[in-house]
């Protein structure tokens, strides 16, 4: 068998034949009598010329317009996959939004490829136009294309499976190279004009992994397990009538690693995430409108849903406390409050919100997450954080022996098996103590203060401080009782007063 290049050599000149042929044909045969004729050409055709070629062009009509039908990049992508070890000569291209190079195969180069039992040729080419007048855009009278060229006999294969397999293969890998983004919701009045953007981003580019979160190794393999099934279930959501959409509720106190996890989740799943801020979001309809504008693979976070929106029916609540207890509240206290409350100028309401979910239960296609993170789970309404809403409620809690673990893990290098008494004794302390340290604290107690600091001492600190936290502990007890039975006395005393009050009125009513 001859190399590739004859055989191309061979095609081009039957090519011509062809050409001069039908020719010939179209000038002399008789109108009528050509569409007898057409289909035996057609074949005649095939018969010489077994082949089928296809060209995708990088740009498509429109001046500097991407093709995106079939996505030049996404074949670029795709044939890089494995052309780096059967092309002769490569080139090195980054592709737009991702984080590493590309190599490609270099033009003119051609590599086989074979799908389902067909043998296929892609081949890069570029085509230089023929003007010579000057441009402003540089090298735009350059066109590159693929050209990809298969068995005749074998076209059905190639058009209705080997084409969307590329394509997906292709789009697969761009997401593992591409560099991914954090974004956040811009206020509206910066959606209109030049630049109109509702979201902006910036590289997500944080550390945190499914291996740095402090976490019991079972809750976390859990959440893995949940996390790559979804990921995976495309046709399985698509078979129960489901759209592909997952919520998590992360609760727990402050600095327990909400927001870590999120960022876990997203590098475990290489997301994008949508930061949404609702208290910039004017209304129900502002919302819904960014929702379309955030893209498939994303999780869109929602963090302290408790504060961004008075979802709660606190506010009824709070108005009755505020002016129960109007006088004891201090100017300070009152302006925060004051200016909390102008700050809330979204008119978002709970069933805006609602919508906002099942909409993109049901309206976007795409794989997304959404993520709510709050302080107080109880005073979220169960309708926000039913099943079928948020899927998945994840407590996150105080440092566990195992959450220990991993962090002096990760900050020391330290385990149980070499430093064992210090172990012991944290473990005796969270354990049967049940001494109540957040992540965040226990790991600031670790990290190493200077570089003379030794894995022992910063140990030996995290016992200090969690024998001093039981005191405080303690001492917060104790001043929380005492307080509440002054405030029971006061309100005691403010009732007798009112009484007092209201019998002296009557007194004096009766005798007037
Ligand atoms: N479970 C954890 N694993 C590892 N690091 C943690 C964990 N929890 C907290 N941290 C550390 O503490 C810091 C604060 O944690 P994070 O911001 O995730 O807390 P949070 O639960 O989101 O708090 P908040 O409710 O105030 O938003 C992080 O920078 C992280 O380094
Ligand atoms: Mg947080």
């Known amino acids: 068998m001859g190399t590739m290049g004859e055989v191309w050599t061979n095609t081009g000149s039957a090519l011509a034949s062809l050409v001069f042929i039908y020719t010939i044909f179209e000038r002399f045969f008789p109108y009528s009598l050509r569409e007898h004729f057409e289909p035996l050409a057609q074949r005649l055709v095939g018969l010489i010329y077994p082949y089928i070629q296809i060209k995708f062009h990088e740009y498509s009509g429109e001046r500097f317009k991407r093709s995106d039908v079939y996505d030049y990049d996404a074949i670029q992508n795709y044939l890089s996959k494995d052309s780096s070890s059967r092309a002769k000569k490569l080139k090195a291209n980054t592709v737009k939004g991702n984080k590493s190079i590309v190599l490609s195969m270099d033009d003119h180069e051609e590599i086989t490829d074979e799908f389902e039992g067909v043998k296929v040729w892609w081949q890069s080419k570029k085509h230089q136009s023929e003007s010579r007048a000057f441009s402003f855009y540089p090298k735009a009278d350059e066109s590159r294309f693929y050209m990809l060229k298969f068995p005749r006999r074998d076209r059905q294969v190639i058009t209705e499976r080997y084409l969307d397999h590329v394509m997906s293969e292709g789009k697969t890998i761009e997401v593992k190279n591409r560099e991914r983004k954090l974004y956040s919701n811009n206020p ?138 109007e006088d004891e509240t201090s100017p300070i206290e009152k302006q925060m409050k004051k200016d909390q409350g102008e700050n809330k100028g979204s008119k978002v309401t709970l069933s805006g919100l609602l919508n906002f979910i099942d909409g993109l239960w049901s309206a976007c296609g795409g794989e997304r997450i959404i993520v709510f993170t709050t302080n107080f789970i ?116 403010k009732r007798e007063e009112k009484k007092i009050k209201k019998e002296e009125n009557g007194i004096a009513m009766k005798e007037i």
């Open 188 to 325: 509206s009045q910066n959606w209109s004009g030049y630049k109109q953007t509702k979201w902006s981003h910036v590289t997500f580019e944080h550390p945190a992994t499914f291996d740095t979160l402090a976490m019991e190794y079972k809750k976390k393999e859990e959440i893995k397990n949940d996390l790559i099934k979804f990921s995976n279930s495309k046709d399985y959501y698509k078979k129960i009538g489901k759209a592909w959409k997952r919520g998590y509720l992360l609760y727990g106190p402050p600095g327990t690693g909400k927001s870590t996890m999120i960022a876990a989740m997203a590098n475990f799943l290489e997301y994008d995430v949508y930061d949404l801020e609702l208290t910039t979001v004017k209304d129900n309809t502002e919302l819904r409108r960014l929702l379309i504008e955030t893209s498939g693979k994303s999780i869109i976070v929602i963090e302290d849903i408790d504060c961004s929106l008075d979802l709660t029916g606190q506010r009824k609540q709070k108005k009755e406390e505020e002016e129960e207890d």
């Open 378 to 493: 109880d005073k979220l309404d169960p309708a926000l954080i039913r099943k079928g809403r948020m899927d998945k409620h994840i407590e996150m809690s105080y440092c566990g022996f195992e959450a220990f673990q991993v962090l002096a893990e990760n900050y020391l290098d330290a385990k149980e098996e070499d430093d064992n008494e210090l172990f012991d004794e944290i473990k005796r302390l969270l354990e049967v103590e049940e001494i109540k340290m957040t992540p965040a604290d226990v790991g600031e107690n670790l990290l190493k203060k200077s570089e003379v600091e030794t894995k022992e001492i910063c140990l030996e600190r995290l016992i200090e401080a969690l024998k001093e936290e039981k005191e405080e502990a303690k001492r917060r007890i104790e001043d929380e009782e005492k307080k509440k039975k002054e405030e029971e006395e006061t309100k005691r005393k």
